[in-house]
C-alpha cells in the first residue's frame, strides 16, 4: 500500500499571485514610486521615532544595552513622591473609571438619539460633538473657576475656600466629560444598524421594554460598547493636559515622563516611562481594532419593508431626556463659566467687565496664534490627501508589505502623544535629520499624529463605491494617478473633509505631541496657554481659549467651502451605471 502526495495547491497560487502583482507594479511607475514613497515616511515619522525611544530606554550612559532602568522603575521609591509604580497604576485606575463614566454617558445620548422619538436629538447630537473640537483646556479651566479657592460656587456661593479640587475627582469629572463624544460617536453607529424589528418582535410577543433592552438591544451592541470603553480608555491614558492642570498629586504617566525629562534631565527615566505609558494604549488599541471587529452581532441581512416606531412611551423618553438636559447643562455651564472668566478681571476677587485679556491675546500671544493657524493648514491637506492615498493603496491594490502599511499607518493613533514628542526630539536634533526647532518637524508630527481618521473614513468610503467605476477610467487609457485624482477622490469629498476638519483640530489644539518641539521661533497657542496656567492667570488662557474656538469654527467653514469647490462631483448616478453598462457589455 502506499501513500499518495496531495498536490501542493496553495504555494503555487500565492507565487502566481505574487508574480502578478509585482508585474503590476512595474507596469506602472507611478504607482510603484508612490508605495516606495508612503512606506519612506512612514518609516522616518512613524517607525523611527518609536525604535528611538526604546533605543533611547534600555541604553546605559556608557552606550551599552541595559533593563536596568526597566527594573530601577519598578522597584525604586522617589523619597516623598509616589514611586512610579503607584503612577502606573494611578494612570491606569484613571483611566477604567472615566472610561467606564464616558462610555455610560455616551450610550445614553446615544441610545436616546438613535432609539427613541425624543425630540432635540439633532441638538443633542452637536452637545456630544462639541468637546471634540474644543481645546483641551476648557474643562479644567472651568473646574478651576467653579471649584477652585476662588470657585464662584465654593467660595461664592458656599464660601468655601479650601476646597481641594485637583486630584481624581476632578479628573474623573474633566476627562469623562471630555471623551464621552468618543464613546457616543462610536456607539450610535452601532445603535442604528439595530434592527427595530428585532425589539418589536420581542415587544409583540408580551416582552418588556426593560426585558427587552437587557436581553437583546444591550448584547447586540454589546462589541460596541467595548470598543468604546477600550477607545476612552486609550484617549485617557494620553491625556497630558488635563492631569497636568488639575492631577494635583494625583501622578500620571504622562505628566510624570514630562516632569522626570524637563525638570530632572533623565532622558532615560522619561523613555522608559513613555514605553510603558506605550505598551496599555498599543495593546488596548489593536485589541480595539482587529479582534473586537471580527466579532459579528448581525440581526437581519435585509432591510425592513415597512418603517416601525421607535421608543416613544413617556415613561422612557422623559427620563432619557433629562439625563441628557444634565449633561447637557453641564458642558454649557463649563463652556459658559470659561467664556465668562475671559472677560473679567481677575476671577474671584475683581468681576469688572474688561478686554484687556483679549488685547493681551492678539499682541504677546499673537505670533503664536499665527503660528498655529499657519501650522495647522500646512499639516491638514498634506494629512488629508495622504490620509486618501493611504486607504486608496490598502483597499484597491495588492502589492508586498500592504498590512504591515496598514497597521503602521493606524497605529499613530495609539501612540501617546507625549510618547510620539519624545521621539520626534530625539530621532530629528541630529544630522541627516536635523529639523528641531524648525515648521517642518511639528508639520510632521501634526500630520502622522491625525491620518488615521483620514485613513479610516477614507476607507470606509472606498468599500461602498465599487471598484467598476475604476475598472472604466482603466480600460479608457488613465493611470492610476489620473484615476485617483479625477475618480476616486472627488467620490470620496464626505470622507476627505472630514479628515481635513479633524487634523486642523487636532493640530490646533494639540499640546502633549508639541511640549518638546516648540521653540522660541515656533511658539504655539497651546503651549501659551499651558504657560498661562502654570503661572496662574486664568482669565488670559481664557481669552486664549476662546479665540481658539472661534478660529476652528470659522476654520471648519472655510474647509467645507473649499472642498465642495475643488472636489465637486463632475459624475452623476446615470453616468455611473452607464459605466458599468458599457464593462458588462465589455465582457460579454
Known sequence: MTATALPAADPPKLKMKQGNNLAMLIRQPVLLVTILLVFAVLFIFVVLPMITVFQL??????GGFSIQPLIDILTSDKGGYPSYRATFWNSMLLGVIVAICATAVGYLFAFATTRTEMRGKRFFDLVATLPIISPPFVLSLS??????????????MFGIDDFEVKGLGGLVLVQSLSFFPVAYLTLRGILE????????????MGASRGHIFRTVTLPL??????????????????DFSNPAVIGGGYSTLAVE?????????????????????LLPTVAAYL???????????????GKPTQVRRKLHEKHIVYPLFAACAIVTALVFMFYGTVLF???????????????????????????????????????????????????YLTVRQRFPGRKLMAISSMLTFAIPGIVASIGFMYTFNHQPLLLQGTAIILVAMFTF?????????????????????????????ADTGYTFRRVILPMRRNAFFSGLVYSFVRAMTAVSAIIFLISPKWSLATSKVFALFESSKFSEAAAFVMVLIVIIFIAIGVIQTIVNILLKPKAKAPEAAEIKLALSEGEK
Open 57 to 62: 530606554s534600555f541604553t546605559t550612559e556608557e
Open 143 to 156: 473646574i478651576i473657576f467653579l471649584f477652585g479657592k476662588q470657585g464662584m460656587i465654593t467660595n461664592g
Open 193 to 204: 444598524s439595530i434592527d427595530d424589528s428585532v425589539e418589536d418582535a420581542a415587544f409583540s
Open 221 to 238: 451592541s454589546l462589541p460596541g460598547i467595548i470598543s468604546a470603553v477600550l477607545l476612552v480608555f486609550i484617549q485617557s491614558l494620553e
Open 257 to 277: 515622563a514630562y516632569r522626570v525629562i524637563t525638570g530632572m534631565n533623565d532622558t532615560i527615566t522619561g523613555g522608559m516611562l513613555a514605553i510603558i505609558l
Open 287 to 301: 485589541f480595539q481594532k482587529y479582534w473586537l471587529r471580527k466579532k459579528s452581532f448581525v440581526t437581519v441581512s
Open 341 to 391: 472668566g475671559a472677560f473679567v478681571k481677575v476671577w474671584g476677587i475683581n468681576y469688572e467687565f474688561t478686554l484687556e485679556h483679549f488685547a493681551y491675546v492678539f499682541t504677546l500671544g499673537a505670533d503664536a496664534l499665527l503660528n498655529s493657524v499657519e501650522l495647522a493648514a500646512i499639516s491638514a491637506p498634506i494629512g488629508g490627501v495622504l490620509g486618501m492615498v493611504i486607504a
Open 449 to 477: 499624529r491625525n491620518i488615521p481618521v483620514a485613513i479610516e473614513s477614507g476607507t470606509t468610503t472606498l468599500l461602498s463605491i465599487d471598484p467598476c467605476i475604476e475598472e472604466a477610467s482603466t480600460i479608457s487609457g
